[in-house]
């Protein structure tokens, strides 16, 4: 697991009014990383620090590289 913290500069609203399609603009370690605006607090604001937890979910790999064999074995068995 891998905590992070970052700044967010900027709040981007999109023309389309879908607020789906906001993005937030973070700035880490002088990067800036752009991410979509309805993952984050609805509260959140230009200025604010926020953590970032990344971790790898074993059990949603797991099932996915499942998913994706038994797809490959079925496409494959079909020609």
């Known amino acids: 697991m891998k905590i992070i913290q970052a700044t967010i500069d900027r709040i981007e609203k999109n023309t389309s009014g879908n607020e789906e399609d906001n993005l937030a603009v973070l700035i880490y370690k002088n990067k800036t990383i752009t991410i979509p605006l309805i993952i984050l607090p609805e509260n959140v604001k ?3 620090v926020i953590k970032i937890i ?3 979910s074993d059990d949603e790999t797991d099932m996915k590289k499942e998913l ?3 797809t490959l074995n079925e496409i494959l068995s079909d020609g």
């Open 68 to 70: 994706a064999k038994h």
């Open 54 to 56: 990344c971790q790898i």
């Open 46 to 48: 230009e200025g604010d």
